[in-house]
């Protein structure tokens, strides 16, 4: 292959594939072989070792510290991370996994704390997985949620993990849906997802729950400033949460108002559940509002609809990250990002004409220039 030729504003082609987009045609991947070994980069895939296979097998005994290592392997995408993920993936489709989502402030902890109390009454196992946010100032975290559940510690059915956000938008850590998927492959019946304290857009747990709880409280500003926009469409069940103090009526009254304009399933009302998570009231009708929603999933392929949805999402999610890993260890770092960068706030390069030409090197295994 010839010299580069750097691609600048002033010989920029403003339509470089108008002669060729119409000779290609659509092409299938063909299969890949496997080769890559367990300490491979996580996305990359791989066979799981025998120390891997070990480790699945014993969390899935009930092994509880076997459990903690490979979170914790897969919460620090180490490099053993993918293969271990893939041994686990057959384990999982069983468990129901219920997102706990809400305004900082509304009791979400004392609520899934609640929760979990109820299906261990019933001699299902649960798993919790409760996200703090991460200080942008120190990088660090409190998860202080662990603490909540201290008293459950001896209970061989009940597993807690706090995670940190470390930076991710949408009220979730960017390996909770990985965690999440460890912890069912354990045999876990019911998974539990606490969000941090969301806003008006971050609603990712909705992408990841199989049952979205959304948690509102009275005396918090303006009520229907909380309801609007994607938190109010993701709701399967509304909590209206510490409901013996003042206002409690008028939020109810403002969120049946809204159920008319908007809702995840048009031939379903989510029900609005009062609660006060401190004294356990209003629980047995929120796990019979989580059952009934459950039924209703379950008919006509409705679950399966979603979880369709989830992967087709995650699959997108998982191949950015992937091509990207590539990217980097073909060179593409941090230093060619700022050169690049640099040349095109100067306007000696073309950002649009760039992007295709690192994509073609990068099929090629080729280096960047």
């Known amino acids: 292959m010839g010299p580069r030729v750097p691609i600048t504003m002033q010989n920029r082609n403003p339509h470089p594939l108008k002669n060729e987009i119409n000779n290609v045609q659509p092409k299938m991947p063909e299969p890949m072989e496997s080769n890559t070994s367990i300490d491979a980069a996580p996305g990359r895939g791989g066979i799981p070792s025998p120390k891997v296979t070990g480790l699945v097998d014993r969390l899935r005994q009930g092994d509880t510290r076997a459990l903690a290592r490979a979170i914790s392997l897969v919460e620090n995408d180490a490099p053993e991370a993918s293969a271990l993920l893939s041994a686990c993936f057959p384990h999982t489709g069983s468990a129901l996994r219920i997102g706990i989502t809400g305004a900082p402030g509304a009791g979400k902890s004392t609520l899934v704390d609640r929760l979990a109390r109820a299906f261990r009454d019933t001699s299902k196992s649960v798993g919790v997985v409760a996200v703090d946010p991460t200080s942008p100032f120190t990088g660090g975290a409190i998860l202080g949620d662990r603490i909540r559940f201290q008293d459950r510690n001896n209970d061989a059915g009940f597993y807690v993990r706090s995670m940190a956000t470390r930076g991710s938008l949408g009220g979730l850590a960017l390996a909770t849906a990985d965690v ?56 399967d069940i509304f909590v209206v949460n510490k409901s013996d103090r003042e206002g409690a009526d008028r939020v109810e009254q403002e969120i049946r108002g809204l159920q008319s304009l908007v809702s995840n399933h048009p031939e379903r009302t989510p029900p609005v559940i009062r609660t006060i998570a401190t004294t356990g009231e209003g629980l047995p009708a929120l796990t019979a509002a989580i059952n009934e929603m459950e039924i209703w999933l379950r008919a006509e392929s409705r679950l399966q609809a979603r979880r369709t949805q989830h992967w087709q999402r995650r699959l997108d999610a998982m191949l950015r990250a992937g091509l990207m890993r590539r990217a980097r260890s073909n060179g593409f770092d941090a230093s060619v990002l700022q050169f690049h960068a640099a040349r095109i706030a100067s306007g000696q390069q073309d950002p649009w004409q760039l992007v295709a030409q690192l994509t073609t090197q990068l099929f090629q295994g080729e280096k960047p220039a």
Request: charged fraction near 25%; avoid cysteine; aromatic fraction near 0%.
């Open 180 to 235: 999440a998927l460890v912890l069912e492959a354990s045999g876990k019946d019911v998974l539990l997802i606490e969000t941090v304290g969301v806003g008006q857009d971050e609603v990712e747990i909705a992408r990841l729950a199989d049952i979205t709880v959304v948690v509102l409280v009275p005396g918090m500003g303006d009520d229907v400033q909380s309801l609007k926009a994607g938190v109010m469409e993701i709701a």
